[in-house]
């Protein structure tokens, strides 16, 4: 079993940044590519970003493209999702996921899940 762990959400304001973390233990952390998505109450999980296991090339959805940065350090096992110029509408509960294939841009294609991190956006 992958176990992640996300952490670093919190309350801040519109055009405030915050950086999120997913720590993962018990396979080795380079042979997944790693994802983050989000779900806000009544709303559908959504994609936000990925990053490839190979060449670190990166993913984002357009409604993030530009402010939100994905990143992995091997040696920590540890993935970060840097948010910056937040908006109230990223407000949602987000979620690190591990994917064995090559498909990342949807939540079925993610083997291994973390319990999610709160962040709200205040206007």
């Known amino acids: 079993q992958v176990q992640l762990v996300e952490s670093g959400g919190g309350l801040v304001q519109a055009g405030e940044s915050l950086r999120l973390s997913c720590a993962a233990s018990?396979?080795?952390?380079?042979?997944?590519?790693m994802g983050w998505f989000r779900q806000a109450p009544g709303k559908e999980r959504e994609f936000v970003a990925a990053?490839?296991?190979?060449?670190?090339?990166?993913l984002y959805a357009d409604s993030v493209k530009g402010r939100f940065t994905i990143s992995k350090s091997n040696a920590k096992n540890t993935v970060y999702l840097q948010m910056n110029s937040l908006k109230p509408e990223d407000t949602a509960v987000y979620y690190c996921a591990a994917a064995q294939g090559t498909g990342l841009l949807l939540s079925y294609e993610y083997d291994y899940w973390g319990q999610g991190t709160q962040v709200t956006v205040s206007s």
């Open positions: 990053i490839r296991r190979r060449s670190d090339s990166t």
């Open positions: 018990g396979r080795t952390f380079s042979s997944y590519a």
